[in-house]
């Protein structure tokens, strides 16, 4: 079957053909209904302008409205001897109407035209991942006011340091996500500008209307130079790939604290036989090989920036087939990170916190720093008391006391999520 931008005597060897496709027939699977999304709104830009009879273009339309369907229902493919998604389209649409399915690439590229269809996919993937995230973070948020006076030992350096809490190591994480979904906005915003019309990179000399298809797409602008335009290409799926590993950071940091907190010595938390594994040759183990894949998925998802960075960063203005790989690093990530975000959630609404921690000897001089500050508050300076507390330490006399109530923004007592949850608020105001 001829390719597109096939000549009518010219051929290409089958090995070239099978190299330079590759896996991207089954990723523009993925792109096929915002390719026909994409046509769609072309056609009927290209009925309005003149450039093609209005009523070809409503039956086009309509054409691509079965397509569509076809696609929703799971039954589109890309036929054998096919190149693309794109190819595909336009030949299920020349098999209905004829030559008005000819039509539809007048004033288009494959390379503005696979350009749209990514930044539809990504921006949609967008906002699944911040429905997603916002999920988890009301998990947290809801775990974190259960369990607010659950204390727990802090730590820096793995040695045993402060007091915490459950609700204020849960809220932590909480707050976290909403770093992580600003930073997935400023994907967001990246992805929903429209390239479409920008051609090959340098535009056509048919009188298109790019603001027209902008807005019929639902792009909140466009992209104005026809060169940049196609110069966004990698750059849009690098920055959701740096969004998409902030949120995988997070998942990732969780999970190890989860395995750490599940360890026998530490003992703050455990979770029903039902999310754990066993062992084939030691019966008492539970182990928690959801987090540990969590962790280990969502560190790679960390690495794909990097990935695409050694794939585009050393690319001239303009289009080269390299970009096509950005779709296999890219999309399957997508995926895993949704499918850690579900896994974690499943977790967190089973955790069951272990009660009265500390009442362990091990954990006697976690309220150190809370007899300083009470010698401190009866007028001690802080460098006496620390050294007056030092010194019970080291003589084995040292004695907790009750604990002080922790007033301050952020604290065991004073956790804050309210202010988080509004802080999150503000962050999803910038989705749609």
């Not at 089954?26 to 093609?52: I, K, P, T, W």
């Not at 459950?166 to 909403?178: C, F, K, M, Q, R």
């Not at 930073?183 to 056509?204: F, H, Q, R, V």
């Not at 335009?229 to 998409?244: D, L, P, Y």
Request: proline share 3%; net charge negative; hydrophobic share 40%.
């Amino acid at each position: 079957m001829k390719k597109l931008w096939q000549k009518e005597h010219s051929s290409v060897s089958e090995i070239v053909e099978t190299f330079t496709v590759g896996k991207d027939k089954m990723f523009d699977l993925l792109l096929a209904a915002y390719d026909v999304q994409g046509s769609a709104a072309h056609v009927r830009m290209l009925g309005e302008n003149g450039l093609m009879p209005p009523e070809d273009a409503d039956q086009a339309i309509l054409g691509l409205n079965a397509i569509a369907a076809e696609i929703e229902a799971g039954n589109f493919l890309i036929e054998d001897g096919v190149e693309d998604v794109h190819s595909q389209v336009e030949l299920l649409l020349t098999r209905q109407l004829g030559d008005i399915g000819k039509m539809i690439h007048s004033g288009r590229s494959r390379n503005d035209q696979v350009a749209v269809d990514i930044k539809l996919f990504l921006r949609a993937a967008c906002i699944e991942l911040k429905e997603a995230t916002k999920s988890l973070f009301d998990d947290l948020i809801t775990k974190s006011n259960l369990h607010q006076a659950d204390l727990i030992p802090g730590y820096t350096h793995l040695q045993i340091a402060m007091p915490s809490s459950v609700g204020l190591w849960l809220g932590a994480y909480a707050e976290s996500l909403v770093d992580d979904l600003a930073l997935l906005a400023t994907a967001y915003k990246l992805c929903n500008k429209n390239p479409l019309g920008s051609g090959a990179g340098y535009g056509s000399s048919f009188p298109l209307n790019r603001k027209r298809t902008t807005e019929l797409l639902g792009f909140e602008t466009l992209h104005w130079n026809s060169i940049y335009a196609q110069m966004s290409r990698g750059k849009t799926e690098k920055t959701v790939a740096i969004a998409i590993g902030g949120i995988a950071a997070t998942l990732s940091k969780l999970a190890l604290d989860c395995c750490l907190y599940l360890n026998q010595d530490f003992g703050f938390i455990s979770f029903p036989e039902a999310l754990t594994t066993g062992s084939s040759i030691m019966p008492h183990k539970k182990n928690p090989d959801v987090l540990e894949l969590i962790r280990g998925k969502c560190n790679r998802i960390q690495a794909i920036p990097n990935e695409l960075t050694l794939l585009i960063n050393n690319l001239p203005s303009g289009y080269h087939r390299e970009l096509q790989l950005t779709k296999e690093i890219l999309f399957p990530a997508l995926t895993e990170l949704g499918s850690c975000l579900q896994m974690m959630r499943l977790m967190l609404q089973e955790i069951k916190v272990t009660k009265d921690i500390l009442k362990a000897d091990k954990y006697q001089y976690l309220f150190s720093v809370e007899a300083v500050n009470e010698l401190v508050l009866t007028g001690v300076p802080f460098r006496a008391a620390y050294q007056q507390v030092g010194k019970a330490i080291e003589a084995g006399t040292f004695s907790a006391g009750e604990k002080r109530v922790h007033t301050h923004e952020g604290s065991i007592d004073h956790l804050c999520n309210e202010e988080i949850i509004k802080e999150m608020e503000q962050v999803l105001a910038l989705f749609p």
